[in-house]
Nanobody, 123 residues
Framework: QVQLVESGGGLVQAGGSLRLSCAAS????????MGWFRQAPGKEREFVAA????????YYPSSVRGRFTISRDNAKNTGYLQMNRLKPEDTAVYYC????????????????WGQGTQVTVSS
């Protein structure tokens, strides 16, 4: 079993930056791949970023590529999402997720989920 707790959300102006953290417990952190997803009001949850177990491979959708960076520190059992040049359309609840498999882009590929952290970008 894996427990995930996100933090670092908040209110930021457009063009600003935030770094989200995902603290993991319950199992050896390096044994699972991680992802970040987000869900805006009235919209479906969508993929934001993924990283493999060792942190050597990452993947992003075009909507955030070049602005967001996913990383992980296996020694600290923590994953991160650095978000730069934020836009109002980035406003959403952000979730971290973990999977025993390889990193993926689909919600169904992830078994463990955090409770989410709110990110609000004002224009």
């Amino acid at each position: 079993q894996v427990q995930l707790v996100e933090s670092g959300g908040g209110l930021v102006q457009a063009g600003g930056s935030l770094r989200l953290s995902c603290a993991a417990s319950g199992r050896t952190f390096s044994t699972y791949s991680m992802g970040w997803f987000r869900q805006a009001p009235g919209k479906e949850r969508e993929f934001v970023a993924a990283i493999n177990r060792s942190g050597t491979s990452t993947y992003y959708p075009s909507s955030v590529r070049g602005r967001f960076t996913i990383s992980r520190d296996n020694a600290k059992n923590t994953g991160y999402l650095q978000m730069n040049r934020l836009k109002p359309e980035d406003t959403a609840v952000y979730y971290c997720a973990a999977t025993d498999g390889t990193m993926g882009v689909r919600i169904a590929e992830y078994v463990y989920w955090g409770q989410g952290t709110q990110v609000t970008v004002s224009s």
